[in-house]
């Protein structure tokens, strides 16, 4: 949806100059690297849990169809209202069509990617509803007019200096302390008020429940609760990848979710929303509404090569442990999910060739899904799109004629050795002190590092004069 009109490698030049970005990224991917290997440390059964949420995700991935039917079938009867939305277009406009139904002039908004991937933000906007984004870090998006980096910690590409500074300009009684905890009350003045009266209420949901037609959102800062309670209708957008069978397999999902996210045992608040207001309630929207979300996940579902996919619960481990993404944050993605989980999922959306390059941006070292809760092989899948985008001739004429010759003299012994005999001498040439810095033909390698000089004896010379290899 919101692929950025540069490059991937132009975006990455942008975030790798940016001394303050990468002095964002450090404290709050750092912190939430060091939080998330305690937490997994202080809770022995995280391997037991993980093999369970793998089982479960995959049950209900194998089974979608009768759980969608199931989970539809007990919302209704609890007085939602269920919507199906087959693309990104179609869910946003039943969201905006029901909050014209309802007569919204404002309407407050808990954070949610999915609401980002169908691009719901820019359109409220465009259909001049007033949007109040009530989560603390989407509150920063939304005063500096840019999109989430995170999907955990969508402005993770703020310090708290810039922060403070754009909460002064924009706060009616911004802080006078220079801490966290005056910037937080600053937020809460300002947006009090518009909790309590919002017309209407639009969040996502962690989890979907089929057998009570239930929807489960997890936050820290009780927003969730606050935007959902006053207003007189509640719409919920969630991706059909949602679903958990009961609420008992719900929690069983919570505490990986929860550990890797954030590495707390638990979050603050954790609700389950079960239809409208009902008699003799003394509060809560008298309007629920559930838009269910396809936007390329049957198709993922129908590819088994992305299917392992849709197993993904949104925790953000997989990029918090990421080199790259530490490297340059999420906005160099360029879609709405960055990171690993990101590079896989973009594609999915906004098409390969205008996402290829994220793909090759991987440097294949496997932390992210050794992080990952529900163990979800994303360097295979990562793989998967550079054979695809190979295979459908999308690389650039350069790499395709150089692997092709490669291959050729790859498969001729004789004229391997000679070219490899050339190389490696011309490549030692320009080795200083064991590494080449600058050669024709490595610029784009060396622009950014050094490239290591061959080793005096080439492994093949060795193993022919039975040398051991070191
Ligand atoms: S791919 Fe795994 S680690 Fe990454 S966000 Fe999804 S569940 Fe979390």
New binding site residues.
């Given amino acids: 949806m919101h692929t950025a009109p540069i490059g991937f490698k132009a975006r990455a030049d942008e975030a790798l100059a940016d001394a303050t970005l990468k002095l964002a990224i450090t404290r709050t991917a750092g912190n939430a690297e060091r939080k998330r290997t305690a937490a997994v440390a202080d809770f022995a059964p995280f391997g037991a849990a993980r093999e369970r949420g793998k089982r479960i995700k995959d049950h209900v991935i194998a089974n979608l169809d009768h759980y969608l039917a199931e989970f539809e079938r007990h919302a209704t009867a609890a007085g939602s209202v269920v919507h199906w939305a087959a693309t990104a277009d179609e869910a946003a406009r039943i969201v905006v069509e029901l909050c014209r139904q309802a007569g919204a002039k404002r309407v407050t908004r808990v954070k949610s990617m999915l609401g980002e991937e169908i691009g719901l933000p820019h359109a409220l906007d465009a259909a001049g509803i007033e949007r109040v984004e009530t989560d603390l870090a989407e509150h920063i998006v939304q005063l500096g007019g840019d999109r989430p980096s995170h999907?955990v910690w969508p402005s993770m590409h703020r310090t708290r200096e810039q922060v403070s500074a754009m909460f002064k300009r924009a706060h009616r009684v911004p802080h006078g302390e220079e801490t966290v905890e005056a910037m937080v009350d600053s937020a809460r003045r300002e947006l009090r008020g518009k909790f309590l009266s919002a017309d209407v209420a639009i969040s996502g949901a962690n989890f979907l429940i089929a057998d009570t037609g239930a929807t489960c959102t997890v936050t820290n800062e009780g927003n969730a609760e606050l935007t959902t309670t006053p207003p007189r209708v509640h719409i919920v957008t969630a991706g059909i990848e949602k679903l958990v069978p009961t609420q008992a397999h719900a929690f069983a999902m919570l505490r990986l979710l929860v550990r890797?996210a954030t590495g707390a045992d638990v979050t603050q608040y954790t609700t389950f929303h079960c239809g409208p207001k009902r008699t003799g309630d003394l509060d809560g929207p008298e309007e629920c509404h559930i838009v269910l979300v396809d936007n390329g996940r049957t198709r993922m579902l129908r590819d088994a090569a992305l299917r392992e996919m849709l197993r993904?619960?949104?925790?953000?481990?997989?990029m918090n442990h990421c080199v790259v993404f530490r490297q340059l944050g999420g906005h160099a993605y360029g879609g709405t999910y960055p990171g690993?989980?990101g590079a896989v999922l973009t594609p999915v959306f906004d098409g390969l060739p205008a996402s290829r390059d994220l793909a090759h941006a991987c440097t294949l070292n496997g932390k992210?899904r050794e992080?990952?809760?529900?163990d979800?092989p994303?360097p295979t899948l990562l793989r998967g799109w550079r054979d695809r985008s190979w295979r459908e001739g999308l690389e650039p004429p350069a790499m395709r004629v150089g692997l092709g010759v490669y291959a050729w003299a790859a498969q001729r012994p004789a004229l391997w050795r000679l070219g490899t005999a050339v190389a490696v001498r011309a490549m030692r040439w320009f080795g200083r002190d064991g590494w080449i810095r600058r050669m024709p033909g490595l610029g784009a390698w060396t622009a950014h590092r050094d490239f290591p000089a061959p080793a005096p004896r080439t492994f093949m010379a060795m193993l022919r004069d039975g040398e051991t290899p070191r």
């Fill in positions: 999907i890797s993904c619960i949104r925790c953000g481990a997989c690993p989980m992210c992080v990952c809760p529900v979800i994303l």
